[in-house]
C-alpha cells in the first residue's frame, strides 16, 4: 500500500515535504442554518463572534406571529445574505485552517 505522505513528515496542520511547511493561518466563518436548507449559510465577517452572538439572539428572539427581516453583510463570495429569523434554526462558529499568503 502506498503512503500518502512520507514518513514522519505529516502532522495534524502542516505538511513538511521538500518545499518545506506550509504556514498556516487562522480563519474563522459563521455558520447559518436555515429551515428547508439542507447546507448552512456560510458568513465570513470582520468580527464573526460579534455575528454568531447577534445570530443567536436573533434566534432568542424570534417570534412565528411577527416574523423579521434579518440582513447581513459578510466578506467572503457572499456579499449580503437576507432571511425571516423565524426561519433560522441554530448558529455555529467554525475554524478554519487557510494556507497564509505568501
Same mark, same amino acid.
Request: net charge neutral; charged share 15%; no cysteine.
Given at each position: 500500500? +502506498? &503512503? =500518502? @505522505? ?6 495534524? /496542520?502542516?505538511? *513538511?515535504? #521538500? ?5 498556516? +493561518? &487562522? =480563519? @474563522? ?6 429551515? /428547508?436548507?439542507? *447546507?448552512? #449559510? ?7 463572534? =460579534? ?52
Amino acid at each position: 500500500m +502506498a &503512503q =500518502q @505522505f512520507p514518513p514522519n513528515t505529516y502532522q495534524a /496542520g502542516s505538511y *513538511t515535504g #521538500v518545499s518545506g511547511a506550509l504556514p498556516q +493561518a &487562522q =480563519q @474563522f466563518s459563521v455558520l447559518v442554518f436555515l429551515r /428547508g436548507l439542507a *447546507t448552512p #449559510v456560510v458568513l465570513y465577517a470582520e468580527n464573526p463572534t =460579534q455575528v454568531f452572538d447577534e445570530v443567536k439572539g436573533i434566534i432568542r428572539q424570534a417570534d412565528p406571529k411577527a416574523p423579521k427581516l434579518i440582513e447581513k453583510a459578510g466578506m467572503g463570495p457572499l456579499k449580503k445574505v437576507a432571511f425571516l429569523d423565524i426561519e433560522v434554526t441554530g448558529v455555529a462558529l467554525q475554524s478554519d485552517l487557510t494556507a497564509a499568503s505568501r
